[in-house]
């Protein structure tokens, strides 16, 4: 049975900041701030991202894109 599944959950997160940092923080699309997209991957080739991932040679994120439906 997948982990999903089970009812077996972890959520780790972190805050910081104040509240009113974050209000400010969500002004940042007015200020047209953008992710540097290193590649797009089409889902089913999620083990090849992966690998670039681990190989440390990319710049920005790397995307995964489901192209199904």
Known sequence: MPASTSG???ILGTTLGSP???GR???FPKHRIR???DSTWA???VVAAQRHLESRRHLGKIVLVNKAG
Do not use: R, W
Request: charged share 20%.
């Open 8 to 10: 077996q959950f972890t």
């Open 20 to 22: 009113t940092d974050f």
């Open 25 to 27: 923080m969500l002004h």
């Open 35 to 37: 992710p540097v997209i």
């Open 43 to 45: 889902l089913d080739d």
